[in-house]
C-alpha cells in the first residue's frame, strides 16, 4: 500500500502516561482503499466512550481478547490497546486495508498486544480461526452504512461472538430504514439496547451517532 498522500490524525485519550494515538488516514476517502481508511466520527466516539469507561474504572480488559471488524485505520481498536496494554487486540480489515492497519499499529508502539489480519464479512472461511477463542469484546463502528453487507455482517456476528461476548456497536444515522433493517437482522440471535448519552464521553458524543452494546441470546 502506497502511504503518500496520507495524514496523521491524533487523538487524545486519558492515560497520563500515554501519547496521543496517532493513526495515517486518507481523509478524503480518494485513494485506493476508499472510505475504508478514512477516520469517521464514529469511530472517535467509540473510541471516547472506552477511553471514557476504561478512566472511570468500568472497563477492565486485562486477560481478554478484543477483535475490531471493518477497522479502517484502527482508530478505535488501537485507542484501546494504548488504555489497556494487558489486552489482545486483533484488528481487521479487507485485505488492502491490512498494510495501514500494521502501520498505524507500529506508529502507536502498539506491537506487544495488537495485530491486524484479513477477515472479509463475506467470505465465510475468514470468519474461522480469527481468534484462538471467541473475543470477550467485538468492536464495530460505522459498519452499517452499506446496506448490501448488513446480512454479512450480521452472520459475521453471530459466527465470531461467543457466549461470554460483548459487542460494542456505533454507527452515525444516514437512512433510518435501511439502519432499521440491519437492527432487526442482528436481534435474530442478539440482545441489545442503546447506550444512553450519560454513559459516554461527556463531550465527545453525538446525537447523530448511536452506540449499542449486545450480547448472544441464550
Request: glycine letters at 6%; one cysteine or more; proline letters at 4%.
Amino acid at each position: 500500500m502506497d502511504f503518500d498522500g496520507l495524514i496523521e490524525y491524533e487523538l487524545d485519550i486519558s492515560r497520563t502516561d500515554a501519547s496521543p494515538v496517532r493513526v495515517l488516514q486518507d481523509a478524503a476517502g480518494s485513494a485506493k482503499c476508499g472510505v475504508g481508511s478514512t477516520v469517521w466520527d464514529a469511530g472517535i466516539v467509540l473510541a471516547k466512550y472506552v477511553d471514557w469507561q476504561t478512566s472511570e474504572g468500568k472497563l477492565d480488559l486485562s486477560g481478554k481478547t478484543v477483535l475490531e471488524l471493518g477497522a479502517g485505520t484502527g482508530i478505535v481498536g488501537i485507542t484501546l490497546a494504548c488504555l489497556q496494554p494487558k489486552c489482545t487486540v486483533v484488528l481487521s480489515d479487507k485485505e488492502e486495508l491490512v498494510p495501514l492497519l500494521e502501520r498505524n499499529i507500529s506508529l502507536n508502539k502498539a506491537h506487544p498486544n495488537t495485530s491486524a489480519k484479513c477477515v472479509d464479512w463475506t467470505n465465510p472461511e475468514h470468519r474461522e480461526n480469527v481468534t484462538a477463542a471467541p473475543p470477550d469484546l467485538i468492536l464495530v463502528s460505522d459498519g452499517i452504512w452499506m446496506k448490501d453487507l448488513h446480512a454479512h455482517l450480521a452472520e459475521t456476528l453471530a459466527q465470531l461472538a461467543g457466549s461470554n461476548t460483548t459487542v460494542l456497536l456505533a454507527y452515525e444515522t444516514r437512512a433510518f430504514d435501511e439502519e432499521a433493517q440491519f437492527m432487526a437482522l442482528w436481534s435474530t440471535h442478539f440482545r441489545f439496547h442503546d447506550i444512553k448519552p450519560q454513559e459516554q464521553h461527556p463531550v465527545m458524543q453525538s446525537e447523530d451517532i448511536f452506540l449499542f452494546s449486545g450480547s448472544l441470546k441464550n
